[in-house]
């Protein structure tokens, strides 16, 4: 579904990515894990068309993207749930659900997207009872909640998501990993870049690590989790046997 | 039959990309956590960050035998030693041989790799695998062990030698695959005539042979004498051990994993890609090995790739059965030897001159080396007793070496064939 290679971008004269390789398959879901300034949320933004790439082919379904807008990208079905929820304060809920659907009433009309929000209802019953509170108000797991609701408004093929865990008390992170299994069970592919690596990797089928902008390790997450250096970089721990 | 379908059926492009994935992390990998490729890359002023494309393969340095002996015993490891989880080391000998390790990761890929190969052969969880390769440094044993447990197989892991007893189990047991290589089949083949004992009254109904060379005339023999099906596969210590290749049941070539090992086939003179389908030396890169990842391989191993797509419905591309090698190694019963070996040998010893001939043949399907020496006179024509003394003296001192026994016979100076002044070392009279 998606196919990145050779991947170079940055900040003017700053390189920040430095020859990633990376693809995903349909129904899949891959982690991206990494410390904080390896280049994750570049990586995303490079895909999503928000940062320049200098080099590299970024594929979406066989069509090469990287030149493309991000707009554009976003309507060939690839979405970004971005860091830090970022909803739409002084809107309610549902008007950031709405505004998420946009692309979708363009192309498929109103009751298209009237069945989406049902469906985005149905998988966060939360959002539902809260459908006309004020987005702003909402706790952080709620508004990560909402920040994935309105994503998934597009109808996407990929979803890539931004750290959905920061900030959030574990018990919420577990959560929200439980909706993006679900997410996969319902036929979506994830790309989920992540620090807390061992919650990642415990839902993703692949893995890739990205250190100081390249990626270092890729492979089944299994793999991943058993890897002593991943366990001793990202782990935070030392497995006694 | 398959073991990984999604990964044995990739199309090609998303093997490339795979392929591609793999090797720029291997690269890191080892440029930055094995010295001796962080050298050779710097040498060659080759900045293994930017590597881009498959097709830049060519431009990597070579890792010979010989760089694996001179780093002997860890000096290749990628990762320290506290994560290593195993230790093999190439056929028995000392002084010259080569240690690989595996971390928990490369064990559990090879019994995959393993479980593949076994799974194309057509071994299911149905079977009873009898396992006659060696156990032991030698990864014939233990490689084929895993991944026949993997599929849950039910193995019996008799290792190598004592046939009647190999085949009282085969009878008891009800052993319906057979694991060991192509020659020991056919002793146990003859062994069984001997014994007035039909195979097709055995449960036996398939074999998996390596760890030798074989030919289609061999297969052919087998498949007869034992009413099996016969399959070839291939791997080397270095890279792996078994599981880097193996027949699928149209018996018509061995599918490499190539999602795990990126092959080349080179000229071995002039070192450049033979033309695509052509016959030249094996190179193998490792894609996922954690602790003893291998940089363009040279196997020494002469084959083809056979491009063409299989019936199977694997998109593995197939290589044909190694057909020599492009070095003097010779094998012994499974057990690799260098001529040089035995030279080193013989100069270590008083009396005698520095001729000498390895003479290969195969009686009843079992390899048997002569070494025949040049001796000076005085002890050739010395008390009888004495020269079986010294003969018993270097013999073991070449068992020793070789890790395999041989015989030993004593000629008259100047009567051993020369070319060009030298004599011909070594003379193969075993027929494929």
């Not at chain 1, 959002?127 to 990560?144: I, Y």
């Not at chain 2, 690269?27 to 050779?40: A, E, M, S, W």
């Amino acid at each position: 579904m998606l196919k990145v290679r050779n991947l170079n971008s940055g900040y003017g004269k700053l390189r920040v990515l430095k020859n990633i390789s990376l693809h995903v398959d349909g129904g899949e879901i891959v982690a991206m894990i990494g410390a904080n300034g390896a280049g994750k949320t570049t990586l995303l933004h490079t895909i999503i068309g928000l940062v320049r790439s200098t080099e590299g082919v970024i594929e979406f379904n066989g069509r090469n993207c990287r030149r493309m807008a991000a707009q554009d990208i976003v309507a060939s079905g690839c979405v970004l749930v971005p860091e830090g929820r970022q909803v739409f304060a002084p809107l309610s809920v549902e008007e950031n659900l709405i505004l998420g659907g946009y692309v979708l009433q363009k192309k498929e009309g109103r009751p298209a997207m009237a069945r989406e929000l049902d469906r985005q209802y149905d998988l966060f019953p939360v959002l539902r009872e809260r459908r006309s509170q004020l987005a702003g108000t909402l706790s952080g797991g709620e508004q990560q909640m909402l920040a994935m609701a309105r994503a998934l408004m597009s109808r996407p093929r990929l979803v890539m998501m931004d750290e959905p865990s920061t900030g959030l008390a574990p018990l919420i992170v577990r959560n929200i990993f439980q909706v993006i299994v679900r997410l996969r069970e319902e036929g979506n592919t994830v790309l989920l870049i992540e620090q807390n690596a061992k919650a990642a990797l415990a839902i993703a089928d692949r893995g890739y690590v990205l250190e100081t902008g390249k990626i270092i390790l890729q492979g089944p997450a299994e793999d991943l989790l058993a890897n002593r250096d991943v366990q001793r970089a990202y782990l935070g721990r030392e497995k006694i046997e | 039959m398959y073991w990984e379908a999604e990964k044995e059926r990739m199309a090609r492009e998303a093997l490339e990309q795979l392929q591609l994935e793999r090797l720029q992390s291997t690269l890191y990998r080892v440029g930055t956590h094995v010295p001796f490729y962080r050298r050779k890359f710097e040498e060659l002023q080759l900045d293994y960050d930017n590597f881009r494309d498959l097709r830049d393969l060519r431009k990597l340095p070579f890792t010979t035998k010989q760089d694996l002996r001179d780093n002997y015993p860890y000096g290749l490891f990628a990762v320290p030693l506290r994560d290593v989880v195993r230790v093999h080391s190439s056929s028995g000998t000392t002084g010259v041989a080569t240690v690989v390790g595996y971390t928990r990761n490369d064990i559990k890929n090879w019994s995959n790799l393993v479980a593949r190969v076994l799974t194309a052969a057509g071994v299911t969880a149905d079977d009873v695998i009898q396992i006659a390769f060696g156990y032991g440094l030698f990864t014939g044993g233990f490689g084929l062990h895993y991944g026949a447990e993997r599929i849950g197989a039910s193995v019996i892991p008799i290792s190598s030698g004592n046939t009647k007893r190999q085949i009282q189990i085969m009878q008891d047991f009800k052993t319906t695959a057979l694991v060991c290589t192509p020659s020991y089949a056919l002793i146990i083949a003859d062994t069984l005539m001997e014994m007035g004992i039909n195979p097709s009254g055995l449960s036996l109904r398939v074999g998996l042979f390596g760890a030798e060379p074989w030919s289609e005339a061999m297969r052919r023999e087998i498949n007869e004498k034992l009413s099996i099906v016969a399959t070839d596969n291939y791997g080397l210590s270095e890279v792996m051990g078994p599981g880097v290749a193996g027949e699928c049941r149209e018996c018509n070539g061995l599918h490499i994993n190539e999602d795990h090992f990126l092959v080349e086939v080179i000229d071995p003179v002039t070192l450049e890609p033979v033309e695509p389908g052509e016959t030249g030396e094996l190179v193998i890169t490792t894609l996922t090995k954690e602790a003893f990842p291998m940089i363009r391989y040279r196997t020494r191993d002469l084959t083809r790739l056979l491009p063409e797509p299989c019936p199977c419905g694997r998109t593995l591309t197939r290589m044909e059965r190694i057909t020599g090698r492009s070095d003097d190694m010779l094998i012994i019963k499974g057990v690799n030897v260098f001529p040089l070996q035995i030279e080193k040998v013989l100069f270590e010893i008083d009396g005698i001159e520095p001729h000498y001939q390895i003479v290969v043949d195969r009686e009843n399907h079992s390899d048997k080396v002569t070494v025949l020496v040049e001796v000076q006179e005085a002890i050739f024509f010395d008390v009888m007793k004495k020269q079986r003394q010294f003969i018993e003296h270097i013999k073991t001192r070449l068992a020793s070496e070789l890790g395999i026994s041989v015989d030993v016979k004593l000629v008259e100076e100047k009567t051993l064939e020369r070319t060009e002044g030298k004599s011909k070392r070594v003379v193969d009279n075993r027929k494929l």
